[in-house]
């Protein structure tokens, strides 16, 4: 099924009609009030009502229209992330918040798909919210303004609620100019294709595979690059180990620059 391009095609096409249909039940759940949210492993990794009805949705979706598909398929995976930035939706901060679809054959993350519910939240009561981003590896991405920031500045986006000294030990160490604190990997590529950051710096094991899949081909569409800490491509075939367990860095542009700045000690406390 993966060789042909035609079903590759037809799988993002229903990616994105199904990501928009998501960020409309991230919305309705937020005007309803009652978020359901429950503590997963901590105080800052929660679950939400949205979650669960975002995941249902796209799940029961993708296996109508392709029942051969294992959703996470043999050579060809789909990751999902129903809400990503989940602890930022409940705080409020709908500008972080995504919901990622990833694609993968053979172990390389291939196509994917971004939708931002709250796109344009801030710009009045009439605007129309949310926006889907996508893309495929050899055609490109789709969805945004491409921007890149100046020439000679170095502005890290990093995580909000999971650092730590190693993550901050990694970030002083490309002596950036300004280090941006947002929640959501998806949110965090934005920034860089949009020009508001350089360089996602994420010394840390706690993001997953489905948080980067969909982000890295939007990325890797318009000439940036995702690795792990050790500059070490990241796999996403069925059986892989869902933790990013080496940490993350992706750049627009200058991946080289931010990788020789990885300190040792960083690089022996991330074991890929």
């Not at 409309?24 to 503590?39: N, P, Q, T």
């Not at 969805?143 to 170095?154: A, S, T």
Request: aromatic letters at 6%; hydrophobic letters at 40%.
């Amino acid at each position: 099924m993966a060789s042909s391009p035609a079903v590759l095609i037809r799988l993002v096409a229903s990616a994105y009609s199904i990501a928009q249909k998501a960020g409309m039940i991230v919305r309705s759940v937020m005007a309803g009030g009652d978020l359901g949210i429950v503590e997963k492993t901590s105080s800052v990794d929660l679950q939400t009502k949205a979650d669960r009805l975002v995941q249902m949705s796209i799940c029961s979706s993708l296996a109508q229209k392709f029942p051969k598909l294992t959703i996470i398929g043999e050579e060809l995976v789909v990751w999902v992330d129903p809400l990503d930035g989940t602890k930022e939706y409940t705080e409020g901060l709908l500008d972080n918040v995504t919901v990622l679809i990833g694609i993968a054959y053979e172990g390389r993350a291939i196509a994917g798909v971004i939708n931002q519910p709250y796109y344009n939240y801030q710009a009045g009561a009439d605007a129309v919210l949310g926006r889907t981003i996508w893309g495929i590896l050899g055609l490109g991405a789709f969805g945004f303004q491409l921007n890149e920031v100046p020439d000679g500045k170095h502005i890290i986006t990093t995580t909000r609620s999971h650092s730590s000294k190693l993550v901050n030990d990694c970030i002083s160490a490309m002596n950036p100019d300004n280090v941006l604190r947002v929640g959501g990997a998806g949110n965090k590529i934005i920034q860089l294709i949009e020009g508001k950051a350089s360089a996602y710096v994420f010394a840390s094991p706690g993001c997953k595979k489905w948080d980067t899949c969909a982000p890295e081909v939007i990325l890797c569409a318009v000439g940036g690059k995702l690795t792990d800490i050790h500059g070490n491509a990241l796999q996403y075939h069925k059986e892989v180990k869902h933790m990013n367990s080496a940490g993350v860095l992706a750049t627009l542009r200058n991946h080289d620059y931010y990788a020789s700045r990885v300190p040792e000690t960083v690089k022996k406390a991330l074991v890929p």
